[in-house]
């Protein structure tokens, strides 16, 4: 069995939380964008909206546990949604 040293675990929670923090930027990044686009606040263009929406998706995709999850944050999947 091989013991873990202090240092390691220091090292490990290091990485992993500048990691961490990394993703949590990049998801208020998405907060921010997804909510100026709902609240009207920023200028319709429908190429940055596309934009949007693929990267959200991507952002939560991992995320999603269930495929029901997955379709639910596909904007292609959303009813009435255009084409």
Do not use: G, W
């Not at 990049?26 to 929406?53: C, G, H, N, W």
């Amino acid at each position: 069995m091989t013991m873990v040293q202090p240092h390691q675990v220091e090292d490990y929670c290091n990485r992993v939380l500048e990691k961490l923090f990394e993703i949590k930027v990049r998801a208020q990044q998405a907060i921010e964008s997804v909510t100026s686009y709902r609240d009207k606040t920023k200028p319709f263009d429908s190429l940055e909206f596309i934009e949007m929406v693929d990267d959200t998706y991507k952002f939560l995709s991992p995320n999603s546990t269930s495929d029901e999850e997955r379709h639910s944050i596909d904007f292609h999947r959303v009813p009435d949604a255009l084409p």
